[in-house]
C-alpha cells in the first residue's frame, strides 16, 4: 500500500482564498484524522471520522474550517475564507488498530 | 480538555549517551503511544502501549506504561545521530475516541 496520501504537498494563497486540502487514507483503514501542526501549539487534532462520518469536530478551530469525508478512500479539508494565522503544517493520518496512526507527509499552508 | 504535558520540551545531548523523556496527563488513557518526527514528514509510531505498567523495548527504544494510567516515559539508549527529531508521545482513551498528542520533544544530538 501506497500510505495515506495528502494532497498539495505545499500551497502558497493569499488571504481570503479558499483552501482545499486532499487526503486519500490507507485502504481498509476505518477511521481518518485531521491534524494541524505549528510551532506554538504543536498537533492539534481538528476533526475525525470514522467509516466515513464525522464523529468530533470539536477541534475545528470555526466555520471557516470544513471537512468532508464522502467516500472510505477521500476527504477533504476546506478552508473558506483563509486567514494568515491558518498558515501550518496540516496532517491527515488514519488508522486500522487502536493507537497505531499512519500520517500522510501533510500538507504545508502559507496565507499571505 | 484532555492535556499531554511532555518535558523537556527540547533536548542537547552527546552522540552515545542515553535519553530520557516523559508525558503526563490530567486524564487517565488506556492506550499511550509514542511517535517520531523528521522534518518534512509526518510523525511515525515507535512504541504502542496497551496496559498499565507494560514495558515495551522497540531495538534502543524503551517505553512504559505508567501505572496510574497517567504517564508515560520513553528511553533511548546509546543515542545515534539518526535519533535527531521530534518524539511525540499520544493517548487515546478508548478505540473510538479521539487521540491527543503532546507538544513534542526535541532531540539534538551535538557533534
Known amino acids: 500500500d501506497a500510505g495515506v496520501i495528502q494532497s498539495p504537498r505545499h500551497e502558497v494563497t493569499e488571504m481570503g482564498q479558499e483552501v482545499t486540502l486532499r487526503c486519500k487514507p490507507i485502504s481498509g483503514h476505518d477511521y481518518l484524522f485531521w491534524y494541524r501542526q505549528t510551532m506554538m501549539r504543536g498537533l492539534e487534532l481538528l476533526i475525525y471520522f470514522n467509516n466515513n462520518v464525522p464523529i468530533d469536530d470539536s477541534g475545528m478551530p470555526e466555520d471557516r474550517f470544513s471537512a468532508k469525508m464522502p467516500n472510505a478512500s477521500f476527504s477533504t479539508l476546506k478552508i473558506q475564507p483563509s486567514e494568515p494565522r491558518d498558515s501550518a503544517v496540516y496532517f491527515c493520518?488514519?488508522?486500522?488498530?487502536?493507537?497505531?496512526?499512519?500520517f500522510g507527509e501533510g500538507s504545508r499552508l502559507t496565507v499571505l | 480538555g484532555q492535556q499531554l504535558n511532555q518535558s523537556p520540551q527540547s533536548m542537547f545531548i552527546q552522540e552515545g549517551e542515553d535519553v530520557s523523556m516523559n508525558c503526563t496527563s490530567s486524564s487517565i488513557f488506556n492506550t499511550w503511544l509514542w511517535y517520531k518526527q523528521d522534518p518534512g514528514e509526518g510523525p511515525v509510531l515507535l512504541i504502542a502501549l496497551y496496559k498499565a505498567g507494560e514495558l515495551t523495548s522497540n531495538g534502543r527504544l524503551t517505553a512504559q506504561f505508567g501505572t496510574t494510567r497517567k504517564d508515560s516515559f520513553l528511553n533511548i539508549s546509546a543515542s545515534i545521530p539518526s535519533d535527531v527529531g521530534i518524539y511525540f508521545c499520544a493517548g487515546q482513551l478508548s478505540r473510538d475516541d479521539k487521540i491527543i498528542f503532546g507538544k513534542g520533544t526535541r532531540l539534538h544530538i551535538l557533534p
Open positions: 493520518a488514519s488508522i486500522l488498530i487502536t493507537g497505531e496512526l499512519f
